[in-house]
T-cell receptor, first 112, second 113 residues
Framework: EAGVAQSPRYKIIEKRQSVAFWCNPI?????LYWYQQILGQGPKLLIQFQNNGVVDDSQLPKDRFSAERLKGVDSTLKIQPAKLEDSAVYLCASSPNLGVAFFGQGTRLTVV | DQQVKQNSPSLSVQEGRISILNCDYTNSMFDYFLWYKKYPAEGPTFLISISSIKDKNEDGRFTVFLNKSAKHLSLHIVPSQPGDSAVYFC????????????FGTGTRLKVLA
């Protein structure tokens, strides 16, 4: 069974630039999560989708971050404009209803 | 407000001995707890879980214990192997409308050969 796919693996951008990350969850998983993991900290939930609807985006900085999940499958997370403090690993995870969340390898973002 | 806490940032254990990783939580609404293992440059990998209605779950060398009254869980690895060296995250699930996972800050385990 294929796992959660994310791209790109690494990205370096200058502050105030824009960046987008892509996630393809495990087939059939209704729930998709985007987490931000800053160095030395645990993953922090940014946004959670159930199919193509948002169920929790309480910790998403909506002035600069946006996310969508078209057709309830793939998802993109965008940052515009990026700040230095956005440097982190962005993790996508998916789960079946009531199930364990499985993570992708993450995208390491460096903002300079 | 850190609802899931891992107070030991690192732990070193000799190969063959027991590793014990601890996790404390504050929210009584958590109904499911998980441990994830993370190697460098990889995403967290699910290791073992426990429902709040149980106090122990075992899978091979890994056992998770849950003490609800103390709001504490622990992961025991016996015997520890060098390949177990990784960062271990404790996570708790809130089941109130959504299934939201909240993670601790992680404990870096180093198993010495």
């Amino acid at each position: 069974e294929a796992g959660v796919a994310q791209s790109p693996r690494y990205k370096i951008i200058e502050k105030r630039q824009s960046v987008a990350f892509w996630c393809n969850p495990i087939s059939g998983h209704a729930t998709l999560y985007w987490y931000q993991q800053i160095l030395g900290q645990g993953p922090k939930l940014l946004i959670q989708f159930q199919n193509n609807g948002v169920v929790d985006d309480s910790q998403l900085p909506k002035d600069r971050f946006s996310a969508e999940r078209l057709k309830g499958v793939d998802s993109t997370l965008k940052i515009q404009p990026a700040k230095l403090e956005d440097s982190a690993v962005y993790l996508c995870a998916s789960s079946p209803n009531l199930g364990v969340a499985f993570f992708g390898q993450g995208t390491r973002l460096t903002v300079v | 407000d850190q609802q899931v806490k891992q107070n030991s940032p690192s732990l070193s254990v000799q190969e063959g001995r027991i590793s014990i990783l601890n996790c404390d939580y504050t929210n009584s609404m958590f109904d499911y707890f998980l441990w994830y293992k993370k190697y460098p440059a990889e995403g967290p990998t699910f290791l073992i879980s426990i429902s709040s209605i149980k106090d122990k779950n075992e899978d091979g060398r890994f056992t998770v214990f849950l003490n609800k009254s103390a709001k504490h869980l622990s992961l025991h690895i016996v015997p520890s192997q060098p390949g177990d060296s990784a960062v271990y995250f404790c996570a708790a699930r809130v089941t109130s409308g959504t299934y939201k996972y909240i993670f601790g800050t992680g404990t870096r385990l180093k198993v010495l050969a």
